[in-house]
């Protein structure tokens, strides 16, 4: 009786395909649906090995021939799964993302947007000229070695297996400045048809699109060069030599506090991203977004503070225009503060003022208190929490988007709705969506009601908490307030630590 | 009623078909392990298909000499060809279900 153990394999076996069975459901992948088939044959076959077992051998059944032909069927139904999943990681999926070695996915983003960049300039340029160029990078870059050619697409796979034979540490900035050295001489070939504006474009264009289908990741390696090209290519062409040599000694000054400043040194009149990458790509990934818009702001704040008059009007403008264009165009760059781009000192205009990440503001505007910040959040579909008074039709928002939630206050037992007395779980809530969601928005609309129910200073403990959370988790705070209902005490204890917005 | 060499020769003949996929099919799993940030749950997916190879071959011992001890064996290495992947599979389905909320 104790062969009966020899149904261990067969039960595991059948959990490997209910698992691949569920994953195929979250995750929609040719991997998961091959595997499942796979294991459901696997588990045939240790079935089919078990009873052979239990049976005997003195007389042979056709069960022990379907032994051999279930397990070569799964083998060949896995070999298929595993195929296919290479196929994925030559263009990597959101979700596959976090799992991959960081310069495959490197590979994989790039590739994707110069695809994508290819294709809106080919009937510009030509395929024979694109061919050239990819040729040239084929013959003499030795991530793009061996790369075929063909209808001016780039190989992906070959590229990740070259990428295998280069040091696992330097992987990922060979992969950015190879790409770099492949778009500079693109839009070298772009210039020869069209202006400098529109080159940018189309390559803004392409970012936008890519986005898209393959996430934020994109933006490590575009945000940079678009910057670059929209505002510190203008700049540097207006500079004198006396202004090149104060913007190096500003830069270097900023050196201490963020070392990758060293590395947008102009050097003949030019800044040399190839260093900038090199240094990004050692960084962690989750924080390449920030540090990247950190560098830049920094970088924008040499340009706004020199002493050529015309030159700082002119870096104003240029990321003012950037900031305005990157935050329409762009809307998943707010998750990460773009508009911290914005030199020191310089107001943004409208909703755009409230897009900081990690700050809380106070918005003192009685006669609406219907958001233009939430209405931005719900179009772009950025993860918002909207905590209100409004009654349970104005929370129809909720289906408007996924990723805006909103809570209603009030003492009814409803969905939806949290006392305005549970203060502890209304910041439980609060913790909980902004570390799930990357510089999630949270609006606050209601503090008159929660002073009413709670008391002034219990509110302002809490809301000091709210405060502390949105800073240390990289959200933004927005508390809109009908300033007649604080005396101007109170006014002045919440100005204290919130950022106030007339 | 098919005769008793008659399937030992069957099985014999198509036990080279499956033992081709099963290491076209390892071959496959080395290239992606490679790929991964953090390759642990995949380096163990090849202890996995190693314990398929031995859980088979425990089985076609047994076909061959009819000992009934190798049931130990077949289950030893079956459970190691069949365990790694749950485990996997389950990291897998509780990571990106994360991901997915």
Known sequence: MI??????????????????????????HPFWSYSTVSSLLFSLMLLSGSLCFLMGTEELTPLYILVPVFGAAAAHFQSIATRKFSEMIHSPLEKMKTLLRKDIVVVGESAVL???????????VGVENIAAVLTKHARSNPLFRGCKVKDSTLDTPTMIKNIQNIDGKRGTGVVFTSFLKLHDDLFGLCETMMSGEDITELFEDSLAAVYSQHGEGVYVYGLPLLLHRRVFEPLLASCTPECLEEVNARIRGLEKEEPLMRTLEVKNGKIELEEFYRGLARLNPDEMMERIIFVFSQLGNVFSSVKNKALT?????????????????????????????????????????VLGVGESYLIKRPEKHDLEVLEYVIKHDLPALHITTSRPPNLQRENISKNVKTLWLSKLDVKGAVSPSALDILRDTVDNFITQNRGATVVLDGLEYLMLENGHEITVKFLYDLVSMAGVKRARLIVPIDPKAFTPSQLAQLERFLIPIS | MMGFDTIRVIVLLITPLGLYFWTKCTLNYLQITRYFRNPGSWRWTLIAMLGIFGAYFTWLAYLLTGENFLWMGFVVFGVMGTLPFLLGNLESYLSLRKVAR
Request: proline share 3%.
């Open chain 1, 3 to 28: 062969e009966v153990t020899t149904l261990a394999p067969f039960g595991i076996a059948l959990g490997i395909c209910v698992l691949s069975w569920r994953l195929n459901a979250i995750q929609k």
């Open chain 1, 114 to 124: 110069t695809t994508e960049f290819i294709r809106r300039i080919t009937t510009w």
């Open chain 1, 313 to 353: 009007r002119k870096s104003e403008r240029l990321l003012s225009k950037t900031v305005s264009h990157l935050t329409e165009k762009h809307p998943a760059l707010t998750k990460y503060g773009v508009v911290k781009l914005m030199s020191k000192g310089v107001e943004l205009s409208g909703f755009c003022r």
